[in-house]
């Protein structure tokens, strides 16, 4: 059986992707949430952010991006 390049180190590059977008996820989730006055629980947000993060980073980045030219 061949190793892979990067020798045992293959499977902590993948939980260290999962990780960061676990926590990334939960921030952009909790933060496109305070727009709204809202807030839910943190495993909710972990779980949103896991499933919807492609979707949620890119739009909390943009809104503060918005925010601090002041348009949003």
Do not use: H, Q
């Not at 999962?18 to 629980?41: E, R």
């Amino acid at each position: 059986m061949r190793k892979n390049s990067y020798g045992n180190s293959g499977c902590s590059i993948y939980l260290f992707i999962l990780g960061l977008n676990l926590v990334l996820g939960t921030m952009s989730v909790n933060y496109i949430l305070s727009w709204f006055d809202k807030s839910i629980p943190l495993w909710g947000a972990c779980i949103i952010g896991l499933i919807g993060g492609e979707i949620t980073m890119p739009v909390a980045v943009i809104g503060l991006l918005l925010k601090c030219f002041g348009v949003f």
